[in-house]
T-cell receptor, first 115, second 111 residues
Framework: EAQVTQNPRYLITVTGKKLTVTCSQN?????MSWYRQDPGLGLRQIYY???????DKGDVPEGYKVSRKEKRNFPLILESPSPNQTSLYFC??????????????FGPGTRLTVL | KQEVTQIPAALSVPEGENLVLNCSFT??????LQWFRQDPGKGLTSLLL?????REQTSGRLNASLDKSSGRSTLYIAASQPGDSATYLC??????????FGTGTKLQVIP
């Protein structure tokens, strides 16, 4: 089954404790992206990657890191989480967004709480 | 910077009614515009994608239109059903492969 998976689905942590949220897709997609969703602000793009070893900042990259060492995986790293990073995080992928026909596929989301 | 606005933020209609959801964007240089559905606690499901060269797309009871010159897209839902209750999001793909989402319209269809 074609899908985007994220782990963990729920995470409660404390300020400053490094964490990684994993994202994996099995569709051989070139493009992967991370979003955060906050009430009243909608989904905002954190980082995106056009291909292996190619990453770029989205609208809200501060406090986050990503890496794309393999095509299928795109982990989101919070080196020193803070309470303002409490949010619902989504990973997404598509074959290549420059193709105007391409649909984005979303993971189920990771709800992160930073105390 | 692209900004995407969705009005209204919430909408409640009786079952069977036809309805229109609106999406406005400030930068007409978009490659495509997508409509998604989000159910509570769930991820996003793609409903329709309109390429920049197209004016509309249809899937079942859903019809989405795109007018780049006016910076507007609409999602028309015919004969609404309680199962259509969800939050509907539009998103534009613009330059530098950046995706900008609207804040969504929360739809409730009352039986």
């Amino acid at each position: 089954e074609a899908q985007v998976t994220q782990n963990p689905r729920y995470l409660i942590t404390v300020t400053g404790k490094k964490l990684t949220v994993t994202c994996s897709q099995n569709m051989n997609h070139e493009y992967m992206s991370w979003y955060r969703q906050d009430p009243g602000l909608g989904l905002r793009q954190i980082y995106y990657s056009m291909n292996v070893e190619v990453t770029d900042k989205g609208d809200v990259p501060e406090g986050y890191k990503v890496s794309r060492k393999e095509k299928r995986n795109f982990p989101l790293i919070l080196e020193s989480p803070s309470p303002n990073q409490t949010s619902l995080y989504f990973c997404a992928s598509c074959r290549y967004p420059g193709l105007s026909t391409d649909t984005q596929y979303f993971g189920p989301g990771t709800r992160l709480t930073v105390l | 910077k692209q900004e995407v606005t969705q009005i209204p933020a919430a909408l409640s209609v009786p079952e069977g009614e036809n309805l229109v959801l609106n999406c406005s964007f400030t930068d007409s240089a978009i490659y495509n515009l997508q409509w998604f559905r989000q159910d509570p606690g769930k991820g996003l499901t793609s409903l329709l994608l309109i390429q920049s060269s197209q004016r509309e797309q249809t899937s079942g009871r859903l019809n989405a239109s795109l007018d780049k010159s006016s910076g507007r897209s609409t999602l028309y839902i015919a004969a609404s059903q309680p199962g259509d209750s969800a939050t509907y999001l539009c998103a534009g793909l613009g330059g530098y492969q950046k995706v900008t989402f609207g804040t969504g319209t929360k739809l409730q269809v009352i039986p």
